[in-house]
């Protein structure tokens, strides 16, 4: 495809498609591998669970549940999908039996693995328990070691049971609960140790509790058996205990073993079918869901749809089935001519769609995330192929930093193959954008050359104009231009900051008005297109020569002052004559014009005729001002006169609306060229931002170890060379996190802002929708289904 594909949408033609019920779906599915037919719905008053085909459409959300979970045990074990093999039957009752059986085969045999592996729990914590008691059991305690003054119990119960032992295992979540109730339960008279049971399911704690009294350790018992603990008693002989517990343990191991073996060999005989069967259910569901939509006469169905009118040809042959070598009869599809269009048809716009490809997709989706372009509505994404990497370049403008994201982007493009493979949400959000990064990347290159910026530092590629060496600085010849971009001196000059300054401001407010002036002829062509001449007359004009003469005289006055060599400057040193005017400040005198049309201060003379200036200052102020009236009156008079003519009942806005409605979008267009100009100067903040940091970052970690050499002065290159090795890595890491990350970020969404609001506002209406051709990509929501089920 080309750039030119992105300029309009296709041309699309409402048909009208004629099926027979009894190979309706035969039909659908033909043209399904197409993705050329947008379905209208034929009865949208209809309630879902009322149309015909929506048990259908229930039974086949139902089976793609039971898929999802076969898929997801198949996912889950971690066996690898085969290439997808045919299933034999395609009826969606065979599969659901194929599935249904699948299901409950697996679903027998997990519950026994899941029972098998809880018992080999069990014998593995009986085990760890046999182990480990020598840990925890203390031999020496005796009934006089406690403290019997704070103990609650009665001596009588102490001297008859004496100290009991209580073997228990505990998660060690519930380990400090568990031995708070113990404590309260055995009145205070409770010694334990306790020791970690590693390499189980689950992290448990071996207990060994001395309590004194049957009863006491009756209670204790339950206590431990409510936290989900288990209560052992240690067998006499020890090692065999042992021996035989390692054995049945091995015994269980075998068990699941082939128990896995089982379930993996159930997965793996269907996972050679499970993305055909996915195929299946998605052909079955969106092909019910789209014979919801059809109306049905006896025998027949009909519905209307819309068609690239490209593909209309194609599309026929597969409806009708001449494809296949025989025509199904009774199915047909015919373009709809526009005379017979219903009231309802002629007020909806048709769907839009574009042609895009991996490098114009991501230009598209900025446009389509601000809105839909209508149908045969100029694209924005067409101009942002190369606006916006250049609007994102004036702000980010420095050959180093460019070229380092430049190489980052080029090594996606170069390892794209590979890096499709990747899931991360994060890196896949990055990748999607890989040739945007590129494209603002080398246009940050190309700014940087024209600032003359790498790393904050003056390059002298074509030999400097100027001495260098002298105070004040002085041309060392008769052609004092540098061959492009900023004089590297300018970077070394004292009065640096105002001077750049003063130029990427100009720069700013000169690309930002002739890109809300081109947003305007676009609107002009837009209209002419659609054959909304009034609208040309009663808004356009308006719009255009408002903001025209005012804010295009701006940009002259700028250009014209760069070009003019005014005395009183390094360049032209004579004193200002009176038809040699000193350099007058351009705010001042813009301000002037509404401030007091007709008359021109001495100091803001710009032209050497005065009253030139004075007469076109004038003529501009007349222009805004008519320019304005025209706006706000001329639309609501044709609207009145209109509504008049041609009442419609249906249309409740009243003459006072109309003016009310007019009036706030005059002002808010005025106010808006005002605010959207200075919205543009983002683009020298952000600049003036970034060349700061740069130069921050490298005077204090760069400068400063550099400063440390002394002429003569061994000690100090040699403690400035260890302390450059550390400071070029500071200064390293914060030029790749702070600027090439951070600050890329931030001028990436400043320039979208710019583009959605400050360009597009001036042309764009995007209140189109999307041209979603009926494919089994084309993402059916899940929802509407679910909502069937449950109203069902």
């Not at 045969?376 to 990497?389: C, G, T, V, W």
């Not at 003063?502 to 676009?522: A, D, E, P, R, W």
């Amino acid at each position: 495809m080309s750039a030119k594909e992105l300029w309009r949408s296709k041309t699309m033609v409402l048909t009208e498609i004629v099926l027979k019920r009894d190979s309706s779906f035969q039909a659908l599915e033909n043209v399904i591998p197409l993705k050329s037919l947008h379905f209208i719905d034929s009865q949208p008053d209809v309630p879902p669970f009322q149309r015909p085909f929506t048990n259908n459409v229930v039974k086949v959300a139902e089976l793609e549940t039971k898929y999802n979970y076969l898929r997801n045990a198949i996912e889950i074990s971690a066996i690898e999908i085969p290439q997808p093999q045919p299933f034999t039957d395609h009826s969606i009752l065979s599969l659901e039996e194929v599935i249904d059986k699948a299901i409950v085969e697996l679903k027998s045999l997990q519950a026994d693995l899941v029972q098998a592996e809880q018992k080999r729990e069990n014998v593995a914590e009986q085990l760890k328990v046999i182990q480990n008691a020598s840990k925890v059991n203390a031999t020496s305690i005796s009934i006089d070691h406690v403290n019997q003054k704070d103990a609650l119990i009665s001596d009588a119960e102490q001297m008859e049971d004496g100290l009991m032992n209580l073997l228990f295992v505990i998660p060690k979540k519930t380990f400090i609960p568990c031995m708070r109730g113990l404590f309260r339960a055995a009145f205070g008279v409770l010694h334990f140790e306790s020791t970690e049971l590693s390499d189980l399911a689950e992290e448990k704690e071996l207990v060994s509790a001395f309590i004194a009294g049957q009863e006491a350790v009756r209670r204790c018992t339950r206590i431990v058996q409510s936290m989900g603990g288990r209560v052992y008693e240690l067998p006499q002989n020890i090692v065999q205990a042992e021996n035989d517990t390692k054995s049945q343990l091995n015994t269980y191991d075998t068990s699941l073993y082939y128990s896995k073996q089982r379930v993996n060999a159930i997965l793996t005989k269907n996972a050679v079918y499970i993305d055909h069967w996915n195929e299946i259910i998605q052909t079955n569901k969106i092909i019910n869901h789209t014979l919801n939509m059809f109306t049905i006469d006896n025998s027949y169905m009909r519905v209307t749809a819309y068609v690239p009118e490209e593909r209309f040809d194609l599309v026929k042959q597969h409806i009708e089935g001449q494809f296949q070598g025989m025509q199904q009869l009774g199915s047909s599809i015919r373009i709809i001519p526009k005379e017979s269009y219903t009231p309802e048809q002629l007020k909806t716009q048709p769907p839009t769609q574009f042609n895009t490809n991996k490098y114009t997709h991501v230009f598209q989706n900025i446009v389509n995330s601000y809105g839909i372009p209508c149908y045969k509505e100029i694209n924005p994404a067409f101009f942002y192929l190369y606006q916006f990497p250049f609007t994102f370049s004036i702000m980010f403008g420095d050959i180093g930093h460019g070229i380092i994201n430049a190489l980052i982007s080029m090594l996606m493009l170069i390892f794209e193959k590979r890096l499709l493979k990747v899931r991360n949400d994060m890196f896949e959000l990055i990748f999607m954008g890989r040739y945007i990064i590129f494209m603002m990347s080398l246009y940050s290159i190309i700014s940087g050359f024209m600032y003359n910026d790498i790393f904050a530092l003056g390059f002298n590629m074509f030999n400097t104009k100027y001495n260098v060496y002298q105070s004040p600085m002085t041309h060392t010849g008769p052609n004092p231009t540098y061959n492009f971009g900023i004089d590297p001196a300018w970077h070394w000059a004292g009065n640096s900051m105002i001077f750049l300054n003063s130029y990427k401001m100009k720069v700013s407010i000169v690309i930002g008005i002739s890109q809300m002036l081109f947003g305007l002829i676009i609107k002009c062509v837009n209209l002419v297109n659609q054959k909304k001449y009034i609208d040309i007359f009663l808004v356009w004009i308006p719009e255009f020569f408002f903001m025209f003469s005012f804010f295009g005289y701006m940009v002259f006055c700028i250009i014209f002052k760069w070009f003019v060599n005014w005395p009183g400057t390094p360049d032209n040193t004579r004193s200002p004559t009176v038809n040699e005017p000193a350099p007058p400040a351009l705010i001042n005198m813009l301000i002037q014009i509404f401030l007091s049309p007709g008359s021109i201060d001495p100091s803001n003379q710009l032209f050497s005729d005065i009253d030139f200036q004075t007469n076109l200052q004038l003529g501009i102020f007349a222009v805004a001002v008519l320019m304005v009236v025209w706006l706000a009156v001329a639309e609501p008079v044709h609207k009145i006169i209109h509504k008049k003519r041609h009442p419609d009942p249906n249309d409740d806005s009243g003459v006072g609306d109309i003016i009310v409605q007019q009036v706030i979008h005059t002002i808010e267009y005025v106010l808006g060229t005002i605010s959207h100009t200075a919205s543009y100067l983002r683009l020298w903040a952000l600049s003036l931002a970034h060349a700061q940091l740069a130069e921050v970052f490298f005077d204090q970690l760069i400068g400063l170890t550099m400063g440390m050499v002394k002429p003569g002065d061994t000690g100090s290159y040699i403690i400035a060379g260890l302390s450059t090795i550390i400071s070029y890595g500071g200064w390293f890491g914060a030029s790749i996190g702070v600027l090439c990350l951070m600050e890329y970020l931030s001028a990436f969404l400043h320039c979208l802002r710019l583009a959605w609001i400050e360009f597009n506002s001036k042309f764009f209406v995007a209140e189109g929708y999307s041209f979603e051709g009926f494919g089994i990509e084309c993402g059916w929501p899940i929802d509407v289904t679910a909502q069937m089920a449950r109203v069902d």
